[in-house]
């Protein structure tokens, strides 16, 4: 089965320290979401990528967040430096195209900010 | 805005009850709407998925439907099962400028035995 990797699958790290979470889309996927989830908000889109050019990045606090596609297989998204807020589980989701055959999701990594 | 709504937002039923999750979304321009699964603690399984042009999409006991016009989608569960227990998801992929898949808050489902 095609799947989505995601790494690291738990992370703990001190307020103020560099978080990166890594993705690796389904080989073939042009598309990747990047979401957050919590308890309060739920999944919110935080960015996505087409064929490695960022489409939106709007839902991500731009002063601390970064993402970026190095490659075709690798996605990644970056914090830094991390708040106790950031402490939630994140999600990379890859597709084709349009989206025509939905999107299939990673295990997400949970965060957690001391 | 692009909004997803879902409704109820949790809801607990014995087992062999049918059941009726909803979902309403605020633009008809829509590309595609997908159902995912989730359980505590882990990732999005996706159910169905339903193109804008379809009006119902099946796989075993679960049915969704579409009406694109009055954005709405309802996620149908026959017979359900204490393995059914776990959150609902809705994903609409709006159309327009660049795709944006938004989510639902979820329906969290309990079905006791």
């Known amino acids: 089965d095609a799947r989505v990797t995601q790494t690291p699958r738990h992370k703990v790290t001190e307020m103020g320290q560099e978080v990166t979470m890594r993705c690796q889309p389904i080989l073939g996927h042009n598309t990747v979401f990047w979401y957050r989830q919590t308890m309060m908000q739920g999944l919110e889109l935080l960015a996505y990528?087409?064929?490695?050019?960022?489409?939106?990045d709007s839902g991500m606090p731009k002063d601390r967040f970064s993402a970026e596609m190095p490659d075709a297989t690798l996605a990644t998204l970056k914090i830094q430096p991390s708040e106790p807020r950031d402490s939630a589980v994140y999600f990379c989701?890859?597709?084709?195209?349009?989206?025509?055959?939905?999107?299939?999701f990673g295990s997400g990594t949970r965060l957690t900010v001391v | 805005k692009q909004e997803v709504t879902q409704i109820p937002a949790a809801l607990s039923v014995p087992e062999g009850e049918n059941l009726v999750l909803n979902c309403s979304f605020t633009d008809s321009a829509i590309y595609n709407l997908q159902w995912f699964r989730q359980d505590p603690g882990k990732g999005l399984t996706s159910l169905l998925l339903?193109?804008?042009?379809?009006r119902e999409q099946t796989s075993g006991r679960l049915n969704a439907s579409l009406d694109k016009s009055s954005g709405r989608s309802t996620l149908y569960i026959a017979a359900s099962q204490p393995g059914d227990s776990a959150t609902y998801l809705c994903?609409?992929?709006?159309?327009?400028?660049?795709?944006?898949?938004?989510f639902g808050a979820g329906t969290r489902l309990a079905v006791h035995p």
């Open positions: 994903a609409v992929l709006f159309s327009g400028g660049y795709n944006k898949l938004i």
């Open positions: 339903i193109q804008s042009s379809q």
């Open positions: 990528f087409r064929n490695r050019a960022p489409l939106d």
């Open positions: 989701a890859s597709g084709q195209g349009q989206g025509s055959y939905g999107y299939t």
